[in-house]
């Protein structure tokens, strides 16, 4: 059974990094074809995606936040990391890892989300 | 950036109805590789989405029968023949051809 689950700070103030961990059961990211993925949903709102590590340690950035953004791994503790530098408000939102299978980026098993609110 | 069109924003159907739900891309969504990589996933109230279909009409393992997904290169379509009281919450396709992923906007289905 394929679980993952995020953890971050819950409330951090504009200008912070905001720094995200997605720990994982049921696979390996050392596995060939196996990815993970940061997606974030504000309030009400829809699903963006992030960013994409790989079991080869490939990566992939969403332009729009690009310079902000680094996705890491550790392979033998089962966790990817997201690390958003310069956070503000309009960072607030639920943020969802998933682990991703193949070349079509199929993400099939989501974690439950971390709620991060940036406020002063 | 690829756009993703979902019609109708808002679907509300009766138990056993049947109802499709409309995904439009500003670009074709057929890969260099043959494959189209277009994905519906469901987003229930109060819960992390999950994964319905894949590259187009594939049905993920564990989803009913009753969903099922069609299209090529610009237009797809989710349809759920017999909605059931389960099956309430946002729909949203979702494009893997072309960087940077990208999700349509949704489409919330209600039940009457």
Known sequence: QVTLKESGPGILQPSQTLSLTCTFSGFSLSTYGMGVGWIRQPSGKGLEWLANIWWDDDKYYNPSLKNRLTISKDTSNNQAFLKITNVDTADTATYYCARIVGTGHVMDAWGQGASVTVSS | ?112
């Open chain 2, 1 to 112: 950036d690829v756009v993703l069109t979902q019609t109708p924003p808002t679907l509300s159907a009766t138990i056993g109805q049947s109802v499709s739900i409309s995904c439009r891309s500003s670009q074709s969504l057929l890969d260099s590789d043959g494959d189209t990589y277009l994905n519906w996933l469901l987003q229930r109230p109060g819960q992390s989405p999950q994964l319905l279909i894949y590259s187009v009409s594939n049905l993920e393992s564990g989803v009913p029968n009753r969903f099922s997904g069609s299209g090529s290169e610009t237009d797809f379509t989710l349809k759920i023949s017999g909605v059931e009281a389960e099956d309430l919450g946002v729909y949203y396709c979702m494009q893997a051809t072309h960087a940077p992923l990208t999700f349509g906007s949704g489409t919330k289905l209600e039940i009457k």
